[in-house]
């Protein structure tokens, strides 16, 4: 859980989760801080902040008395979903971005208890799932970057669970693109959390083999729509638009998916926006077997394979979402430095705010630099692959 706590209130053993903090307005180049000793504490103390975010299941906690003063910025699961009617209200990038952390979190949690129940044939109450679509709208109709951009959040072992978390979004993003409101954006999040509840029974050797699979794990793999379908069937769960993106998000318009080769006409909106959801995820996170796609290859990908393998209006769509250079992405300057996009500006998708890290002429790291492109003369010359250059950007924005 994140807890905002006065900074008095720090000591060690404690985990200081900086990834709402924007990078201008602290020192530290790292989303979080252990604090091991007291000079771990002075060098957190001497960045003068009034308050800190911790995160609990990192570090220490409060002992209970002083919990009960801190302000819990992170509600649990069990807090009542705040009214659509009173929390619509835009917000800025970084202040959605501190709500964003916390449905994130309890999406993992969610998500990651449905697949045990999934796994244990204890799947039955889905009550937790809709709500939490619910709270994901609410957050993408306040800002529709904040949430977005928190879905390269995951890691090879957790990638299971957080990818139905991230396709969940894009699938909520990409509806509100297509115009679509009110139930269908709910029953496009539930869907997108649900899509992957067959892989519960596929086993992690098989899901996590890092080299080509042998021809019956192929099979197994392949099976987890039509087990994710008969699961949901099984513990009485009925609607007929999630069951069907559970069941064909693997087909294409070309008729070359799995499981029944539907084709154009026979794969409504839904899964076809699944669809698209779900590949650019898939492609753009790493995996035991590959390394993430950088998001402006796998944009021209899915350009290139739209009107083949993906709905082209969805595609298009897509870009709306993330960007022409989705937040993450590294790109090349014209002031010869190499930035990382840590925020879209959605009049003008070409210049998002970035921040400059790496000198291309001094060959090195520099200060981290904050630039709003929309208010500069420099432009963006070209995105650029960070393995290809050796970088890891993660710990450049907020991640
Ligand atoms: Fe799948």
């Not at 916390?102 to 998500?111: F, N, Q, V």
């Not at 539930?190 to 099979?219: C, I, Q, R, Y």
């Not at 839904?270 to 590959?290: C, E, G, K, M, P």
């Not at 870009?319 to 996009?341: C, D």
């Amino acid at each position: 859980m994140l807890r905002q706590i006065p900074t008095d209130k720090l000591r060690p053993g404690m985990y200081v989760d900086l990834s709402s903090v924007n990078w201008i307005d602290h020192p530290f180049l790292r989303s979080g801080i252990l604090i091991e000793d007291d000079s771990s504490l002075s060098e957190i103390r001497a960045a003068g902040w009034d308050n800190v975010t911790i995160d609990t299941e990192k570090g220490a906690d409060l002992v209970d008395d002083e919990r009960i003063v801190a302000s819990v910025i992170c509600a649990p699961k069990s807090v009542a979903i705040v009214s659509p009617d009173s929390s619509t209200a835009p917000t800025a990038f970084h202040d959605e971005l501190v709500t964003a952390h916390g449905i994130h979190a309890r999406a993992s949690e969610i998500i990651r208890q449905v697949m045990a129940d999934a796994r244990t044939g204890q799947l039955s109450d889905f009550n937790d799932v809709s709500s939490l679509a619910d709270e994901m709208i609410l957050s993408i109709t306040r800002n529709s970057s904040a949430l977005v951009s928190l879905t390269s959040l995951k890691t090879r072992d957790d990638y299971t669970f957080m990818h139905c978390v991230s396709v969940g979004i894009f699938m909520i993003g990409l509806g509100r693109q297509l115009g679509l409101t009110g139930q269908d954006l709910q029953l496009l999040g539930t869907a997108g959390l649900l899509h992957d509840v067959g892989k519960a029974e596929v086993p992690l050797e098989v899901l996590n083999k890092p080299g080509a699979l042998t021809m019956d794990e192929s099979v197994l793999m392949r099976a987890h729509p039509t087990l994710g379908y008969a699961a949901l069937v099984r513990a009485g769960y009925s609607v007929e638009s999630v069951l069907h993106v559970v069941l064909h998000h693997h087909e294409k318009l070309t008729g070359e998916g799995y499981p029944s080769g539907l084709a154009s006409d026979e794969i409504p909106l839904f899964t076809r926006i699944a669809s698209v959801a779900d590949v650019y995820d898939a492609v753009t996170s790493n995996r035991v077997y590959h390394s993430a796609m950088p998001p402006t290859a796998a944009l021209r990908m899915i350009r290139k394979r739209a009107g083949l393998d993906f709905d082209s209006t969805v595609a298009q769509a897509l870009i709306k979402v993330v960007g022409i250079y989705p937040i993450g992405s590294m790109v090349r300057l014209s002031s010869s430095l190499l930035a990382v996009v840590s925020e879209l500006n959605h009049h003008n998708t070409a210049k998002p705010i970035v921040l400059a890290f790496y000198s291309i002429q001094k060959e090195a790291y520099i200060k981290p630099e904050r630039i709003d492109l929309a208010g500069s003369d420099v432009v963006i010359e070209s995105d650029e692959d960070p393995l290809e250059w050796g970088l890891d950007v993660r710990r450049f924005w907020h991640l």
